[in-house]
């Protein structure tokens, strides 16, 4: 079974920084593309960033270009995103989300989120 | 950016009536590849999304088939058959051709 367990969460002041992980399990992660969705309280999804089976490839949104990094420890089976500078906009439901063969295009899988709050 | 459109947004419907969710995106969603990438995504409240259908019409494993996708470029559509209660919940198409994927708004399904 598929399982996606994200942690790093938190409330954060305006500018700081936060590290998310996901744990995976349940398939074979070194194969797959995996990626960051984001889901502001009460407003739709939102794509963050995208990371190949390598990690040689990354893809990130506008919104966050330049100040956040997706990296993968495939020894770990466990995917990372890093926040730095954060901003209220920010705020939201961080998914974690597993590729199928065609890569993050088609994602068949999500974890149950992880809350990052950024408030002073 | 690739807009995704959405409607309607809000979708009161009888149980075991059939309902339609529409998704009209901004620009083509036929890849170079030849396929076109459009999935539908349900929420239902307090979970995380859930996909039922990719490539427009491909129905995911455990997916009732009362669910089905059709549509091409840049019109498609989502048809329940005969809603149950437990379709209640928010359903999104999204389009993974063109990078930064995208999302429609959401269409929140609920019974009458």
């Known amino acids: 079974e598929v399982q996606l367990l994200e942690s790093g969460g938190d409330l954060v002041q305006p500018g700081g920084s936060l590290r998310l992980s996901c744990a995976a399990s349940g398939f074979t992660f070194t194969t797959y593309p995996m990626g960051w969705v984001r889901q502001a309280p009460g407003k739709g999804l939102q794509w963050v960033s995208a990371?190949?089976?390598?990690?040689?490839?990354?893809f990130y949104a506008n919104s966050v270009k330049g100040r956040f990094t997706i990296s993968r420890d495939n020894s770990k089976n466990t995917l990372f995103l890093q926040m730095n500078n954060l901003r209220a906009d920010d705020t939201a439901l961080y998914y974690c989300a597993k590729g199928d063969e065609t890569g993050v295009r088609e994602t068949d899988y999500w974890g149950q989120g992880t809350l990052v709050t950024v408030s002073s | 950016d690739v807009v995704m459109t959405q409607s309607p947004l809000s979708l009161p419907v009888t149980l075991e009536q059939p309902a339609s969710i529409s998704c009209r995106s901004s620009?083509?969603?036929?890849?170079?590849?030849?396929?076109?990438?459009l999935n539908w995504f349900q929420q239902r409240p307090g979970q995380s999304p859930r996909r039922l259908i990719y490539?427009?019409?491909n129905r995911d494993s455990g997916v009732p088939d009362r669910f089905s996708g059709s549509g091409s470029g840049t019109d498609f559509t989502l048809k329940i058959s005969r809603v149950e209660a437990e379709d209640v919940g928010v359903y999104y198409c999204?389009?993974?051709?063109?990078?930064?994927?995208?999302f429609g708004q959401g269409t929140k399904v609920e019974i009458k």
């Open positions: 620009q083509s969603l036929v890849h170079r590849d030849g396929n076109t990438y």
């Open positions: 490539k427009v019409s």
């Open positions: 999204m389009q993974g051709t063109h990078w930064p994927y995208t």
């Open positions: 990371i190949s089976s390598s990690g040689g490839d990354t």
